[in-house]
C-alpha cells in the first residue's frame, strides 16, 4: 500500500537529496558536511537507509534524530528499509537473506542482544523476538512514507 506524505517545500533555501546511504553511517555524515548541511536546508532522503554497509542501525538512528531536529528532513522508504517485513510475513526463506547478507540490519538488532538467526527455530520466533526488541525502530521503518509529495 501506498504511504504518500504532503510535505510543503520553503520558497528559499536549499533541498538537498541524497539516497541509497546502505548502512555506511561515516559516508553519510561525510556527506553532510560537504554539502555544509544545516537545520536551515531541507534534506530529502529517498530510501535505503539500511542493508550491506556496517553500521545501519547508527544510520536509522542517526537519521530519525535529524527528522526529529529539523522540521524540514523528509525519507522515504526504500525496498532495503523494508525487507524487515519478511520477517511479519513469515517467509520461509528469512534465514537465507541473514545467512548471505551480515551486514542486515536485522542481524545487527540479533547482535546488539547478544543473539545469531541461528538461535531461533522459526521465522515466527524471531518476528515476536524483533517485536519485543527492536519495535520502536521497526515502527519508525514501518511509518516512513513511499513517497513525498509536493506543489
Known sequence: MLHIQNIVLPETG????ISDIHGDLQLFQTLLEKVHYTTDDTLIINGDLC??????????RYAK????????????????????????DHDPTFFDHLERNPHSIMNEWLHEHGRT??????VTELADFYST????????????PTA????
Open 14 to 17: 536549499r533541498v538537498i537529496v
Open 51 to 60: 542493508e550491506r554497509g556496517p553500521n545501519s542501525l547508527g544510520v536509522i
Open 65 to 88: 534524530w535529524l527528522t526529529e531536529e529539523n522540521g524540514n528532513a523528509y525519507i522515504t522508504e526504500g525496498n532495503c528499509d523494508r525487507l524487515i517485513h519478511h520477517a511479519f
Open 117 to 122: 538467526y541461528a538461535d531461533f527455530d522459526s
Open 133 to 144: 526488541n527492536c519495535g520502536e525502530e521497526i515502527d519508525w521503518l514501518f511509518s516512513l
Open 148 to 151: 513525498l509529495e509536493t506543489d
